[in-house]
């Protein structure tokens, strides 16, 4: 190490982290399932990821499957319902004028567009499952009743309370009983409702269940799109596409095209046209036209054209990546569906609500998936048709340090590799590796993988029969632990583009206080279960207050040979501050004869907090005669 033992006793943060070559690291995909803190809904104000994030899980198999093999099959009640859907939406009463159709979550926003589509109870209410949405993509054609969000093992109180109030004569699953399990859909019925599902053993097969039943006398067009876009998740274009009412929306996917079954569905349903949404090649087939742009915002904006040539006006905007508020949004048949991202709308949407006949936008989710400022930027060009769409007016920032300096970000990049664990490593997968084989102190520089834990996961390799080599791989781990492969890659998000200084520094500054009591662990960046090193605690302060520090980020973190604590202070994009000119917020750093080798967060009045032996704590700056002649700042003035 490069401090001994004694100063890191003392001082408690030897900051382990990753050579800058991560090269030699293998890239995993990241599970279904991120860590709890990062499975914030993009409905809410305190997303994650979403990035994507996607937070959409697997169910029984469903979600992030090939469209051939692992998908829920039904169970013996997963059959179409008995009675024809009608294909009318119920009589209407008028509409509220709202500006956001939002809850705290994707549940509580399903029933909120529920409640604003049916402002008269409807006769039939959806359920579709709240993490494996492929089932929902499908449903935007159901035009007798709202498509409500579940989970798969309960139904939500909000969920609840709205049967109740609505009193459907129906309820209907959409998916197998994997996906929604049949006590679920006993719940459901809150009187003397009759209880349906509609299913079939893939997304593929659902889709197709969904067209017969919602067409039982055949469509002229018929749509088609990718059911499992870039991942295998999900494919976006099937969002916008809801607001398509002449025809049923039929699942492909790139690999295998059009199964036979759809081919055949196509066929039984008379289609004399089929449309294709969004440019991703399904296998050999051939549509007799697209509607598709560069990417899922312009596809949005195809789609949108082709929706508007009804008497329709209002623009609904969803979150492009997390997709999930848009779900529901099949049974608003007074506008189209339009995709943005939550903090910057995009060009091609900017010019398209200017130049169409789009008069309101109406934001779905809550402020994590499209923001409050990018709601009224998208109003203003709805009703100011003169408007230019610039770049400077599609992205609302609320803070700008001066250009040397780190710029703020809407999102902190995935590092696109996981550690390995293996000899020398540390950070939050060695310390789970090490607890689950009970190997060593859980509390000191001992927390690294030394030749000890090298030997136990031998030992279990051998036990379990994957191969004695001492390497905690993908195929070890999933035997050892149930935690999530990508456990390390925990990231706070940022607070929104639009935030100023001001707010940035509270959200660091509360972040920072509200770790404290979490454990020590020499590499770890969190969470607060699994624990921080000094400068792993003070990563993701940075993370928060909407500042990215590449290279250095959570994976490069837990590696042998890199420390984390030196290279923040010699960063070239942070400001450097004299010591005595400290702030709350700036960085305070310790040296010694090997350099830096500790950082805690400021918080004014000589009170700092930081990660150190033990746990995370509040306290008085001590050791002055250690402590670096300059603080960094990270929110630079």
Same mark, same amino acid.
């Given at each position: 190490?490069?401090?001994?033992?004694?100063?890191?006793?003392?001082?408690?943060?030897?900051?382990?982290?990753?050579?800058?070559?991560?090269?030699?690291?293998?890239?995993?995909?990241?599970?279904?399932?991120?860590?709890?803190?990062? *499975?914030?809904?993009?409905?809410?104000?305190?997303? +994650?990821?979403?990035?994507?994030?996607?937070?959409?899980? %697997?169910?029984?198999?469903?979600?992030?499957?090939?469209?051939?093999?692992?998908?829920?099959?039904?169970?013996?009640?997963?059959?179409?319902?008995?009675?024809?859907?009608?294909?009318?939406?119920?009589?209407? #009463?008028?509409?509220?004028?709202?500006?956001?159709?939002?809850?705290?979550?994707?549940?509580?926003?399903?029933?909120?567009?529920?409640?604003?589509?049916?402002?008269?109870?409807?006769?039939?209410?959806?359920?579709?499952?709240?993490?494996?949405?492929?089932?929902?993509?499908?449903?935007?054609?159901?035009?007798?009743?709202?498509?409500?969000?579940?989970?798969?093992?309960?139904?939500?109180?909000?969920?609840?309370?709205?049967?109740?109030?609505?009193?459907?004569?129906?309820?209907?699953?959409?998916?197998?009983?994997?996906?929604?399990?049949?006590?679920?859909?006993? *719940?459901?019925?809150?009187?003397?409702?009759?209880?349906?599902?509609?299913?079939?053993?893939?997304?593929?097969?659902?889709?197709?269940?969904?067209?017969?039943?919602?067409?039982?006398?055949?469509?002229?067009?018929?749509?088609?799109? =990718?059911?499992?876009?870039?991942?295998?998740?999900?494919?976006?274009?099937?969002?916008?596409?809801?607001?398509?009412? =002449?025809?049923?929306?039929?699942?492909?996917?790139?690999?295998?095209?059009?199964?036979?079954?759809?081919?055949?569905?196509?066929?039984?349903?008379?289609?004399?046209?089929?449309?294709?949404?969004?440019?991703?090649?399904?296998?050999?087939?051939?549509?007799?036209?697209?509607? $598709?742009?560069?990417?899922?915002?312009?596809?949005?904006?195809?789609?949108?054209? +082709?929706?508007?040539?009804?008497?329709?006006?209002?623009?609904?905007?969803?979150?492009?990546?997390? &997709?999930?508020?848009?779900?529901?949004?099949?049974?608003?048949?007074?506008?189209?569906? &339009? @995709?943005?991202?939550?903090?910057? @709308?995009?060009?091609?949407?900017?010019?398209?609500?200017?130049?169409?006949?789009?008069?309101?936008?109406? $934001?779905?989710?809550?402020?994590?998936?499209?923001?409050?400022?990018?709601?009224?930027?998208?109003?203003?060009?709805?009703?100011?048709?003169?408007?230019?769409? #610039?770049?400077?007016?599609?992205?609302?920032?609320?803070?700008?340090?001066?250009?040397?300096?780190?710029?703020?970000?809407?999102?902190?990049?995935?590092?696109?590799?996981?550690?390995?664990?293996?000899?020398?490593?540390?950070?939050?997968?060695?310390?789970?590796?090490?607890?689950? @084989?009970?190997?060593?102190?859980?509390?000191?520089?001992?927390?690294?993988?030394?030749?000890?834990?090298?030997? %136990?996961?031998?030992?279990?390799?051998?036990?379990?029969?994957?191969? %004695?080599?001492?390497?905690?791989?993908?195929?070890?781990?999933?035997?050892?632990?149930?935690?999530?492969?990508?456990?390390?890659?925990?990231?706070?998000?940022?607070?929104?583009?639009?935030?100023?200084?001001? *707010?940035?520094?509270?959200?660091? &500054?509360?972040?920072?206080?509200?770790?404290?009591?979490?454990?020590?662990?020499?590499?770890?960046?969190?969470?607060?279960?699994?624990?921080?090193?000094?400068?792993?605690?003070?990563?993701?302060?940075?993370?928060?207050?909407?500042?990215?520090?590449?290279?250095?980020? #959570?994976?490069?973190? %837990?590696?042998?040979?890199?420390?984390?604590?030196?290279?923040?202070?010699?960063?070239?994009?942070?400001?450097?501050?004299?010591?005595?000119?400290?702030?709350?917020?700036?960085?305070?750093?310790?040296?010694?004869?090997?350099?830096?080798?500790?950082?805690?967060?400021?918080?004014?009045?000589?009170?700092?907090?930081?990660?150190?032996?033990?746990?995370?704590?509040?306290?008085?700056?001590?050791?002055?005669?250690?402590?670096?002649?300059?603080?960094?700042?990270?929110?630079?003035?």
């Amino acid at each position: 190490m490069t401090v001994s033992h004694k100063i890191f006793r003392t001082l408690t943060c030897l900051t382990a982290g990753a050579s800058l070559a991560l090269a030699a690291l293998p890239a995993y995909a990241e599970d279904s399932l991120p860590s709890p803190l990062a *499975q914030q809904e993009a409905s809410t104000g305190n997303t +994650e990821n979403t990035n994507s994030q996607q937070n959409d899980s %697997a169910v029984s198999g469903t979600l992030g499957s090939t469209p051939s093999t692992t998908d829920s099959a039904p169970s013996e009640e997963s059959q179409a319902p008995s009675a024809p859907a009608s294909a009318n939406r119920s009589p209407q #009463v008028s509409r509220s004028d709202v500006s956001r159709l939002g809850g705290k979550d994707r549940v509580e926003t399903s029933v909120a567009i529920a409640r604003h589509a049916y402002p008269n109870p409807p006769k039939i209410v959806y359920l579709a499952s709240a993490l494996t949405l492929a089932d929902a993509m499908a449903a935007g054609s159901l035009r007798d009743g709202p498509v409500v969000l579940t989970y798969s093992n309960y139904l939500p109180g909000v969920v609840k309370q709205y049967l109740r109030q609505a009193n459907p004569e129906k309820v209907v699953a959409l998916g197998g009983s994997g996906v929604i399990k049949p006590q679920v859909l006993q *719940q459901a019925k809150v009187s003397n409702q009759t209880l349906d599902r509609l299913a079939g053993s893939t997304r593929i097969e659902t889709a197709i269940e969904i067209a017969k039943y919602v067409y039982p006398q055949g469509s002229s067009r018929v749509y088609v799109t =990718d059911g499992f876009g870039d991942t295998g998740k999900l494919g976006p274009d099937a969002i916008p596409g809801a607001a398509l009412h =002449d025809g049923p929306i039929l699942f492909g996917s790139r690999t295998n095209g059009l199964t036979a079954s759809t081919t055949d569905t196509i066929s039984s349903l008379g289609a004399k046209e089929v449309v294709q949404l969004g440019y991703n090649k399904l296998g050999s087939f051939k549509p007799n036209r697209y509607l $598709a742009g560069s990417d899922r915002f312009s596809t949005s904006v195809a789609i949108s054209k +082709e929706v508007l040539k009804n008497d329709v006006h209002i623009g609904y905007l969803a979150n492009g990546f997390s &997709l999930v508020d848009g779900v529901a949004a099949g049974v608003l048949d007074d506008g189209s569906i &339009l @995709l943005t991202m939550q903090e910057e @709308l995009p060009y091609s949407v900017c010019e398209h609500i200017r130049s169409s006949k789009i008069t309101k936008v109406v $934001a779905l989710g809550g402020e994590g998936a499209v923001s409050q400022p990018i709601l009224k930027i998208a109003n203003s060009f709805a009703a100011n048709k003169s408007k230019k769409c #610039v770049p400077s007016a599609l992205r609302p920032v609320g803070w700008r340090p001066p250009a040397r300096y780190l710029q703020p970000v809407s999102a902190i990049r995935a590092p696109g590799t996981t550690v390995v664990p293996r000899l020398g490593w540390n950070g939050t997968k060695v310390r789970e590796v090490r607890t689950r @084989l009970g190997v060593g102190a859980p509390l000191n520089a001992s927390m690294t993988f030394d030749g000890t834990t090298e030997k %136990a996961v031998k030992r279990l390799q051998r036990k379990i029969k994957v191969g %004695a080599n001492g390497i905690v791989d993908h195929r070890t781990w999933v035997r050892m632990t149930s935690r999530s492969w990508t456990m390390d890659n925990f990231r706070m998000t940022p607070v929104p583009l639009s935030a100023n200084r001001s *707010q940035r520094l509270n959200a660091m &500054l509360s972040f920072a206080r509200g770790q404290t009591g979490s454990p020590y662990t020499w590499g770890g960046a969190g969470g607060y279960v699994d624990g921080y090193d000094c400068s792993g605690f003070a990563l993701q302060a940075i993370y928060r207050a909407g500042l990215d520090p590449q290279p250095i980020n #959570v994976i490069a973190h %837990a590696a042998p040979t890199y420390r984390t604590s030196k290279q923040l202070y010699a960063h070239s994009r942070l400001q450097k501050v004299g010591f005595g000119a400290r702030q709350p917020g700036d960085l305070i750093f310790w040296q010694g004869r090997g350099g830096i080798y500790h950082v805690a967060i400021y918080l004014g009045s000589n009170q700092i907090v930081e990660a150190s032996y033990g746990h995370s704590r509040q306290r008085a700056l001590y050791n002055w005669g250690s402590i670096a002649p300059y603080v960094v700042r990270p929110l630079a003035s």
